[in-house]
């Protein structure tokens, strides 16, 4: 989504969150190997319960397992966010939030995503003009191996592979966490540029765009752009924010503040 969530203009992909301990390869092996594309779809995507890597709850209070998440991202990525967000409008509590959200903070977490992988093939093989911006002439080239790795999801953020496709370095832009990150904050702020967000504060619709491509979402229609697949993923992003904004603040163990006096602050349960 990270990839980019959107996959050219009328084309939306569903993004889940990544729960860690499942990160690696998803199949669904008894789908067909080739789909005809259809632009302009989107589906919900009920092959798989909504996840919430780093734990949390539906209630919106934090959870003991999220605030170790957060210090954890705070000890080992700290330096590398500060660096990262030091010229980008987008805050670092953000960042770190979306990196807990897709990755748990592991630079190394990868999925297969089998749709979108029919969905390029279909384009390799000229059964379809287009994915998204990329065309079969560009797909043509491309070993099964390089359309498995467009057709997956990378790094801390989650970044799609295709949108790599035209880079120099490819893959290994999102690869290293360095240049991944970067990426990211690029997407992020074409999304604000996108749709006329505020990436100083509007991080509910920020939150969406990165799940689903669409900034909004209107229960009150059956239109689909802006819902994510996990109905409490907003709300795990916005907390998590929260978590990260008190840390920096000096509330964690440097500060001799202890993590339950946060926890309760935050309005978690310490019983």
């Known amino acids: 989504m990270a990839h980019w969530t959107f996959e050219g203009p009328g084309e939306l992909r569903r993004r889940r969150p990544l729960e860690r301990r499942r990160r690696l ?65 987008v805050p670092r509590a953000f960042l770190a939030a979306l990196m807990a959200l897709e990755s748990g903070g592991d630079p190394a977490a990868k999925r297969f995503e089998r749709h979108v992988y029919n969905k390029l093939i279909n384009v390799q093989r000229g059964f379809a003009d287009h994915y998204g911006a990329l065309s079969h002439g560009e797909l043509k080239r491309f070993s099964n191996d390089g359309i498995r790795n467009f057709a997956t999801s990378w790094g801390l953020t989650q970044v799609m592979g ?70 409490h993923y907003v709300a795990n992003g916005l907390r998590r924010m929260e978590i990260y904004k008190r840390i920096l603040s000096g509330g964690n163990k440097a500060s001799g503040e202890k993590p339950v006096a946060i926890f309760a602050t935050l309005g978690g349960q310490t019983s």
Not at 40 to 60: E, I
Request: aromatic residues 8%; hydrophobic residues 35%; contains cysteine.
């Open 25 to 89: 390869l998803v199949t669904t092996e008894n789908r067909k190997s080739v789909v005809p594309a259809e632009a302009g779809t989107q589906k919900l995507d009920s092959r798989r319960p909504p996840v919430k890597p780093g734990g949390g709850n539906d209630q919106g209070s934090p959870s003991h397992a999220e605030f170790r998440l957060m210090n954890r991202i705070h000890r080992q990525w700290g330096a590398a966010i500060d660096a990262a967000c030091q010229y980008s409008s």
């Open 162 to 231: 295709y949108h790599v496709a035209r880079r120099p370095g490819g893959i290994e832009l999102l690869i290293n966490p360095e240049t991944h990150l970067k990426f990211a904050l690029g997407m992020l702020a074409e999304f604000a540029e996108r749709f006329g967000l505020n990436a100083t504060q509007e991080f509910a619709e920020l939150l969406r765009c990165w799940n689903t491509g669409a900034p909004y979402d209107d229960p009150s229609t059956p239109r689909i752009e802006g819902r994510t697949h996990d109905p």
